[in-house]
Nanobody, 122 residues
Framework: QEQLVESGGGLVQAGGSLRLSCAAS????????VAWFRRAPGKEREFVAA????????FYADSVKGRFTISKDNAKSTVSLQMNTLKPEDSAVYYC???????????????WGQGTQVTVSS
């Protein structure tokens, strides 16, 4: 059983940066793929990025590729999402999620954090 807690959201101007963190409570974090999803008002939750169990393979949505970087530290049971060159359309609640298989579909993930708000002003 994993409990995930996100942090690092906030308000930033367009072009700025934020770093989100996801901390897990369990001791078997290296068993899990971890992904970030986001949900903007009035929209469905969408895939942002994912990282492999060992942390050496990453996956990104086209909309964030080249601007966002996901990383994983299994020793600390944390996953980070570095977000650069932020745009107003990146504004959303960001969630981290963990699963034992890789998936781009939110409904396949077993464990979720509570979400953290990111707001990018123009």
């Amino acid at each position: 059983q994993e409990q995930l807690v996100e942090s690092g959201g906030g308000l930033v101007q367009a072009g700025g940066s934020l770093r989100l963190s996801c901390a897990a409570s369990g001791r078997t974090f290296n068993r899990y793929y971890v992904a970030w999803f986001r949900r903007a008002p009035g929209k469905e939750r969408e895939f942002v990025a994912a990282i492999s169990r060992s942390g050496d393979v990453t996956f990104y949505a086209d909309s964030v590729k080249g601007r966002f970087t996901i990383s994983k530290d299994n020793a600390k049971s944390t996953v980070s999402l570095q977000m650069n060159t932020l745009k107003p359309e990146d504004s959303a609640v960001y969630y981290c999620a963990a699963n034992t298989v890789l998936s781009y579909r939110d409904y396949t993930y077993d464990y979720w954090g509570q979400g953290t708000q990111v707001t990018v002003s123009s």
